[in-house]
């Protein structure tokens, strides 16, 4: 069988390897459920992005969000990335994983004061501000410390729905962004503002998109912006085009980052503005496809109209199905000859909504270990404590090498911050 997206993960007769390593063998030692990523994996996806780019002024920012554990961030830090985060905790996370701040672009539209004084203090290379009550508080706030707070807009291109109804945050009607209509003001407003700086500009239309058509509208769009902001005065240094770039979870076939890159890269140049800095935000097309989550078969319940495999892995450890209604492959890591029958993968939660897959063909048995795949992004950073469960371990394999990248949490770590009541 063909699994999908990286080439890191294949069957060695009946056994599912990720790089050099047996997952069956990881479950052992490890236990379930259990998260095991592949560096090799992740650097191989960021590699077409950096080819892309090589000869001019760039700077990747990974997207933090998506899966957020230190040898994550410490592998991209090395490979020479910046950052994308969304608040002050992601901040303290790469500088923990030996990231720089001035590799670092702070994006959100709720950043808190106390967020802007912790990044302003770091020195993060540039604010993407989605508003502007966002503006006069960061400008508050810089000239306070007297610092300067370097800073883009983030625009709303509001491509075309129409034409493109999978893009979810680079339209008019969501929270995300200045509108289009509105940045020539806001940039103007912006430069006015005591302790701001513009630098740049940003955009970033949504997420799992597939086609280039989009990328390519938004940037004309942001494109004709920059041309406007400068004409009425207003120096606009670097192009940050967002994240989004999609995956294979099934059967799709998103482009490559470099035939991405490449595209926009041949408009940037057609339209004049080869000279700039640019930048991208790619969280999901880096790590989604470099992880799996493993999970132990613990009952079969076939049913009159369905049949159930319980696993130990519920929507706690892996949200996205419940959440998004997502499909994640799920395959065993070990394949059986038996005949497959149709099984609702689902959790032990008490919620219906809890299942990691709905009627997937699968020969399993007890004790089976599953693996969902393409889960290395936005996995375990959504992961959480419901049913007073503890999260699982995350491992990184290289080649043959596996390094525990966190522990399997305790009990006692899910109500080690709770209080009694004084008795009376
Ligand atoms: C989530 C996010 C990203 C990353 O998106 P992916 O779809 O994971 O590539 C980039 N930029 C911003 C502002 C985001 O919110």
């Known amino acids: 069988m063909t699994l999908p997206g990286s080439p890191f993960l294949a069957y060695r007769g009946p056994d599912l390897y990720l790089d050099d390593v047996r997952l069956g063998d990881l479950a052992e030692q490890h236990g379930t459920p259990l998260y095991v990523y592949s560096r090799r994996a992740m650097l191989a996806a960021l590699a077409p992005y950096q080819r892309a780019l090589q000869g001019r002024p760039h700077l990747i920012c990974y997207a933090v969000k998506a899966n957020s554990n230190l040898a994550v961030l410490q592998t991209f830090a090395q490979a020479g990335c910046g950052f994308d985060i969304v608040s002050a905790g992601e901040l303290a996370r790469v500088l923990a994983a030996g990231g720089s701040a001035s590799k670092v672009v702070f994006s959100g539209v709720g950043k808190t004061r106390a967020e802007m004084a912790t990044a302003l203090k770091a020195g993060v290379k540039c604010f993407n501000v989605e508003s502007t009550a966002e503006l006069d508080v960061l400008s508050e706030v810089a000239s306070g410390l007297g610092l300067t707070a370097h800073i883009s807009l983030r625009v709303n291109p509001d491509v075309d729905a129409g034409t493109h109804p999978y893009i979810s945050t680079g339209l008019k009607g969501n929270k995300f962004g200045v509108a289009h209509e509105e940045a020539v003001a806001t940039y103007r407003r912006a430069a006015s503002l005591p302790g701001i700086q513009v630098t740049g500009i940003d955009c970033h239309i949504g997420s799992q998109i597939t086609e280039i058509a989009p990328y390519l509208d938004a940037l004309d769009r942001v494109l004709d912006l920059v041309e406007a902001i400068e004409a009425a005065g207003t120096p606009v240094h670097h192009l940050d085009l967002g994240g989004g770039l999609g995956i294979t979870y099934t059967n799709e076939t998103p482009p490559g980052a470099d035939q991405l890159i490449a595209e926009l890269l041949k408009k940037i140049d057609a339209r004049g503005h080869g000279h700039r800095e640019v930048m991208f935000e790619p969280g999901r097309s880096l790590v989604g496809n470099a992880g799996v989550l493993l999970t132990e078969v613990m009952f079969l319940k076939p049913g009159a109209q369905k049949n159930f495999c319980v696993v130990d892995a519920a929507m706690n450890d892996l949200m996205r199905p419940a959440l998004y209604e997502a499909y994640m ?78 522990e399997r949490e305790t009990i006692a770590d899910l109500y080690r911050h709770e209080k009694l009541l004084p008795s009376a």
């Open 329 to 406: 492959e799920i395959v065993n890591t070990e394949q059986r000859s038996e005949v497959a029958t149709v099984w609702d993968i689902v959790g032990p939660v008490c919620e219906s909504g809890d299942w990691l897959g709905r009627e997937r063909k699968l020969a399993v048995k007890p004790g089976d270990v599953l693996a969902v795949l393409s889960a290395g992004a936005y996995g375990m950073t959504m992961a959480s404590n419901y049913n007073t469960r503890g999260r699982g371990a995350e491992l990184m394999v290289d080649g043959a090498k596996v390094s525990l990248i966190r």
